[in-house]
């Protein structure tokens, strides 16, 4: 079992920046990859962005550029989120893969963006 928790989430002007952290507990030897997703009010869940192996990444084309993923430890991961955007508000996700293909779910952290 793998245990996430999200922070980072809140307030945020346009134009802004938010560093959103993830940090995953429980069995994370078997963690192969790490990736945020979004979902905004009356939309699907979608990925923003994953890392795997901490090297491989990728990014959702929408936001090339403006956001960064980064992993330092083997149970943390970072989403560097720049030049925000009303559109980027949403709740932030993050997921955890294990070796055997199972995904683990944090609760979220709400990113509002607004003036």
């Known amino acids: 079992q793998v245990q996430l928790v999200e922070s980072g989430g809140g307030l945020v002007q346009p134009g802004g920046s938010l560093r959103l952290s993830c940090a995953a507990s429980g069995t994370i030897v078997r963690i192969v990859g790490m990736g945020w997703y979004r979902q905004a009010p009356g939309k699907e869940r979608e990925l923003v962005a994953e890392?795997?192996?901490?090297?491989?990444t990728y990014y959702a084309d929408f936001m090339k550029g403006r956001f960064t993923i980064s992993r330092d430890t083997e149970n943390t991961v970072y989403l560097q989120m720049n030049s925000l955007k009303p559109e980027d508000t949403a709740v932030y996700y993050c997921?955890?893969?294990?070796?055997?293909?199972?995904?683990?779910w944090g609760k979220g952290t709400l990113v509002t963006v607004s003036s």
């Open positions: 890392i795997a192996r901490g090297i491989r």
């Open positions: 997921k955890a893969e294990d070796s055997f293909g199972i995904n683990y």
